[in-house]
């Protein structure tokens, strides 16, 4: 059964103003809508973006507090803090970014760090074969292949656009990977898990590819 993956801010919006006739626009109990009211429910959302979330509320950033722990099928567990992860090799790219609903937002500029440098302190062990990004916005989760997260135009992304990501963009650290939908570009980055195998993200428990591949995986 696959559900429906929404927009955060417009559905909770109409919810707010009219919930009992958004459940009945969308056929849904009036249940769903109101579930998603929150503080930033109404956040204004533009250049094409529309801001996803699985939670009630966004994880909030503080930059003296976070950090980022890569663990799992590694010799050596780190926890990066936002200064250290500034401090790794930077990567910029532009590139298109589709979300499996249909909209697309091109030439967005991303800064961040590759994989391979992001990884290289903590030293996957040679089992290691897949990459758990557990976000802090609880339950989002979703896995990548080694092979798929070494790929040139794949990081993990700290500013979008020439300025750091926004908490409603995931910040203050995302993955970005212009070859697959949008939901393997996991927001809130707070924990990378080394795994011998990929598992199932949110969205693919609930029927989409875990093989994302624009133009090449179900969810139209
Ligand atoms: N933590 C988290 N990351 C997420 C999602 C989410 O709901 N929660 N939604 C995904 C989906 S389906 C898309 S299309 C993009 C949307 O990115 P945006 O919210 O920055 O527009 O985020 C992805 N990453
Ligand atoms: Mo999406």
Not at 35 to 52: D, E, K
Not at 192 to 210: C, F, H, Q
């Amino acid at each position: 059964m696959k559900s429906d993956l929404r927009p955060y801010g417009r559905r909770a919006f109409l919810g707010i103003v009219a919930g009992g006739v958004a459940a009945l626009v969308w056929g849904r109990p009036l249940q769903r809508v109101t579930a998603r009211l929150s503080p930033v429910s109404a956040f204004f959302v533009t250049g094409g973006w529309r801001i996803y979330t699985v939670a009630a509320t966004m994880p909030r950033f503080d930059q003296d507090r976070w950090r980022l722990r890569i663990d799992g099928l590694v010799e050596h567990p780190q926890e990066l803090t936002y200064r250290e992860l500034l401090k790794l090799p930077q990567a910029t790219q532009v590139s298109t970014f589709h979300c499996v609903t249909g909209w697309t937002v091109q030439n967005v500029h991303w800064q961040g760090v590759r994989f391979a440098d992001l990884l290289a302190a903590a030293k996957p062990l040679p089992s290691a074969k897949a990459l758990t990004f557990v976000s802090a916005e609880e339950p989002y989760a979703d896995s990548l292949t080694l092979e798929q997260a070494l790929l040139p135009d794949v990081m993990l992304a700290h500013s979008m656009d020439g300025r750091p990501l926004t908490r409603p963009h995931g910040a203050p650290a995302r993955v970005v990977i212009p070859e697959m939908y949008g939901y393997k570009n996991v927001k809130w980055v707070g924990r990378i898990e080394l795994t011998a195998a990929p598992a199932d993200g949110y969205w693919e428990v609930r029927g989409y590819d875990r093989d994302a591949y624009v133009g090449h995986s179900n969810g139209h």
